[in-house]
């Protein structure tokens, strides 16, 4: 089975700017949640979507937006980016479906956000 | 609110030395889950274990193995033998026991970062 992508991996935006990630979650997985990683704040919850649903957010911004499509894939947006943004923007997966046991997280490699 | 201290910054061993990273959560639910996960430099988090708040059984996984104790809120993680590739940085991390089918918001430690040199 094929892992958790996302796609770019690396980016580089300036100020002001704004930038899409995209994250495909595990084959049958239906739940994908997205967390910023930066040296400052550590990984941090920005938001879960399941079913086309958010179904949890973090506390960050209305700058930070997501969506889920049918086909479970994920992105999330930032707009009017600002240098506090660059971080590496980890996606996971999870099964979803019912239960107590259906919470276990899968992480992508992430995408690497640089803002000059 | 939740919760997650490790407080050892950064640990160095020479390989085949054992090492134990600690964990230290707090939450006000009953029902719970506990993760550890490992970060190499290429940056995926990658998946070591999940263990729920009524199971307090120990698990071992190789040269891996878990001590959880509800009664000190601990989820520590021992590597036997270290060996050069467990160079990483370890995350501990809490979440709540959700029965409504999707992924519960995960609360992460700060991370211990374990260097082990020849």
């Known amino acids: 089975k094929a892992g958790v992508t996302q796609t770019p991996r690396y980016l580089i935006k300036t100020r002001g700017q704004q930038v899409t990630l995209s994250c495909s979650p595990i084959?049958?997985?239906?739940?994908v949640s997205w967390y910023q990683q930066t040296p400052g704040q550590g990984l941090q919850f920005l938001f879960e979507?399941?079913?086309?649903?958010?179904?949890n957010k973090g506390n960050f911004p209305g700058r930070f937006s997501g969506r889920q499509f049918s086909n479970s894939r994920s992105e999330m947006n930032v707009s009017t980016l600002e240098l506090g943004d660059s971080a590496l923007y980890l996606c996971?997966?999870?099964?979803?479906?019912?239960?107590?046991?259906?919470?276990?997280?899968?992480f992508g490699p992430g995408t690497r956000l640089t803002v000059l | 609110a939740q919760k997650v201290t490790q407080a050892q910054t950064e640990i160095s061993v020479v390989e085949k030395e054992d090492v134990t990273l600690d964990c230290v959560y707090e939450?006000?639910?009953?029902?719970?889950?506990l993760f550890w996960y490992k970060q190499p430099p290429s940056g995926e988090l990658v998946f070591l274990i999940r263990?729920?708040?009524?199971?307090?059984q120990n698990e071992i996984s190789g040269r891996y193995s878990w001590n959880f104790q509800k009664s000190t809120s601990s989820f520590n993680f021992t590597i036997t033998a270290s060996q050069v590739v467990d160079s990483a940085v370890y995350f501990c991390a809490l979440s709540e026991a959700r029965n409504t089918g999707t992924a519960s918001k995960l609360t992460f430690g700060t991370g211990t970062r374990l260097q082990v040199t020849l």
């Open positions: 939450t006000r639910d009953t029902t719970y889950y």
């Open positions: 084959s049958g997985h239906r739940s």
């Open positions: 996971a997966s999870s099964p979803g479906g019912g239960g107590l046991g259906n919470n276990e997280q899968f």
């Open positions: 263990r729920n708040s009524f199971d307090e």
């Open positions: 979507y399941f079913s086309e649903t958010q179904r």
